[in-house]
């Protein structure tokens, strides 16, 4: 995953503004992709909805909303 965003993230930097932007929005969907698989393993490791939502930043109903019915 590092390699892909490490790959992407210079593409952002693209002079084409349409090739960057792809970057930008393929970066995302990795990223995305990376945060459910980090939810999926610290439940499965016993962390609470609240621990999680704390070090994502947000509420426990949006990360619960977000990943709960996974």
């Known amino acids: 995953m590092t390699a892909t965003l490490h790959t992407l993230a210079g593409e952002s930097d693209s002079e084409d503004p349409l090739k960057a932007l792809r970057a930008v929005a393929e970066m995302r969907r990795e990223l995305d992709r990376h945060e459910a698989t980090l939810v ?29 019915r996974r």
């Open 40 to 68: 999926r393993k610290a439940r499965n490791l016993g962390y609470g909805w609240q621990m999680v939502a704390t070090a994502l930043g947000v509420s426990r109903q949006a990360v619960h909303k977000k990943y709960g």
